[in-house]
T-cell receptor, first 111, second 118 residues
Framework: GENVEQHPSTLSVQEGDSAVIKCTYS??????FPWYKQELGKRPQLIID?????GEKKDQRIAVTLNKTAKHFSLHITETQPEDSAVYFC??????????FGAGTRLTVKP | GAVVSQHPSWVICKSGTSVKIECRSL??????MFWYRQFPKQSLMLMAT?????????EQGVEKDKFLINHASLTLSTLTVTSAHPEDSSFYIC??????????????FGPGTRLLVL
């Protein structure tokens, strides 16, 4: 089955700096890659997603890149703000099949 | 759109009792819902896939007789933790896909249920 690995497990940046979180997946058939943000005690919220027919997608300060050949995808957050502090999860699925999550990255943005 | 609710948000129960958690899709129909378990500072672990009108599909290592899932309608799935024990204490989160929408792969999560078994 699909295996998703995520790095780093913790990330601390200064406000205004960029943050990058990387994930790799094992099943080349995976074609949907969402990123979720989870604040303490709350539900995971979808922040951006990408499908395998595109290599990059951007939404304001957030961008995701996908390298199908290498089977990895990354989340980029620019101009980080304290409210970006949370746990971020990457995931992968084959269409509407089961979704597998990475282990999560705890991002801390220091003011 | 794509709102998922979950009830209760918090439950404390005695060891040996059963607890039922409800997951509802409020503004869309979900033929498939998913149940996850999340321990503190850990990732989301898929427990089972709930299919409307048929039996749930359980992940390896998840006891189907302990975690009963019923998906009786297109907007409601329930998870019953039977004979709960302290090791069942966890954060249980459901999710659903709006397969009729334009982004059918996207999972939308409920707010979660924190279960504490004494």
């Amino acid at each position: 089955g699909e295996n998703v690995e995520q790095h780093p497990s913790t990330l601390s940046v200064q406000e205004g700096d960029s943050a990058v979180i990387k994930c790799t997946y094992s099943d080349s058939a995976s074609n949907y890659f969402p990123w979720y943000k989870q604040e303490l005690g709350k539900r995971p919220q979808l922040i951006i997603d990408i499908r395998s027919n595109v290599g990059e997608k951007k939404d304001q300060r957030i961008a995701v890149t996908l390298n199908k050949t290498a089977k990895h995808f990354s989340l980029h957050i620019t101009e980080t703000q304290p409210e970006d502090s949370a746990v971020y999860f990457c995931a992968a699925s084959i269409g509407v099949g089961d979704m597998r999550f990475g282990a999560g990255t705890r991002l801390t943005v220091k003011p | 759109g794509a709102v998922v609710s979950q009830h209760p948000s918090w439950v404390i129960c005695k060891s040996g009792t059963s607890v039922k958690i409800e997951c509802r899709s409020l503004d869309f129909q979900a033929t498939t819902m998913f149940w996850y378990r999340q321990f503190p500072k850990q990732s989301l672990m898929l427990m089972a896939t709930s299919n409307e009108g048929s039996k749930a599909t359980y992940e390896q290592g998840v006891e189907k007789d302990k975690f009963l899932i019923n998906h009786a309608s297109l907007t409601l799935s329930t998870l019953t933790v039977t004979s709960a024990h302290p090791e069942d204490s966890s954060f249980y989160i459901c999710s659903a896909r709006d397969t009729a929408g334009t982004a059918g792969e996207t999972q939308y999560f409920g707010p979660g249920t924190r279960l504490l078994v004494l």
